[in-house]
């Protein structure tokens, strides 16, 4: 397996337009976790899914954040719209459910919003 | 959200052992102590993890206090690329609440 795979690796947008990010899981992995990092909150946990379906969004900062999974192999974080202060480098990261085994995280895309 | 306590940061020189520990004195019987590692503009990869008893694997060691309230990851021959951000992490049993805190920031002197 390739990894988890996230695209695109930079992006960089105006402001009030809308970004999608996207992840392909490892195959055979159940959850799937997105995170937000920046230098002034560290790691933040967006929201996970478990056999794709979100278990906990609670860390989604505002209505303009959405995420989905259609399927098992694809997944999308969605901000619209898009405002500077969202700059910052969003991982996803996947994982069989047990916390007993490793996550694996992709290389992360850095959102820069202008 | 975040139940350990790490050190901000700590310096080790190259080649010698290097001691990162980590408080998670709220852990249950059931959560699983992980580690991880982000070296500069990379994600997160995985380290170690054990529940109870101390664990080895190729790239570090991971000594559990009796009581859990404790770990302490041990890299045996500190390296330049060792130099990164350590995070301990507790997942349970069922793997959710992966929330990581803030983390060790260790640097290898030459």
């Known amino acids: 397996d390739a990894g988890v795979i996230q695209s695109p690796r930079h992006e960089v947008t105006e402001m009030g337009q809308e970004v999608t990010l996207r992840c392909k899981p490892i195959?055979?992995?159940?959850?799937l976790f997105w995170y937000r990092q920046t230098m002034m909150r560290g790691l933040e946990l967006l929201i996970y899914?478990?056999?794709?379906?979100?278990?906990?969004d609670s860390g989604m900062p505002e209505d303009r954040f959405s995420a989905k999974m259609p399927n098992a192999s694809f997944s999308t974080l969605k901000i619209q719209p898009s405002e500077p202060r969202d700059s910052a480098v969003y991982f996803c990261a996947s994982s069989l459910v047990t916390g007993a085994t490793e996550a694996f995280f992709g290389q992360g895309t850095r959102l820069t919003v202008v | 959200d975040a139940k350990t306590t790490q050190p901000n940061s700590m310096e080790s020189n190259e080649e010698e052992p290097v001691h990162l520990p980590c408080n998670h004195s709220?852990?249950?019987?059931?959560?699983?102590i992980h580690w991880y590692r982000q070296l500069p503009s990379q994600g997160p990869e995985y380290v170690i993890h054990g529940l109870t008893s101390n664990v080895n694997n190729r790239m570090a060691s991971l000594a559990i206090a009796e009581d859990r309230k404790s770990s302490t990851l041990i890299l045996h021959r500190a390296t330049l690329r060792d130099a990164a951000v350590y995070y301990c992490i507790l997942r349970d049993s069922t793997g959710n609440q992966f929330y990581f805190g803030t983390g060790t920031s260790l640097t290898v002197i030459p």
């Open positions: 709220t852990i249950s019987g059931t959560d699983y």
């Open positions: 899914f478990n056999n794709n379906v979100p278990i906990d």
């Open positions: 195959s055979g992995h159940d959850y």
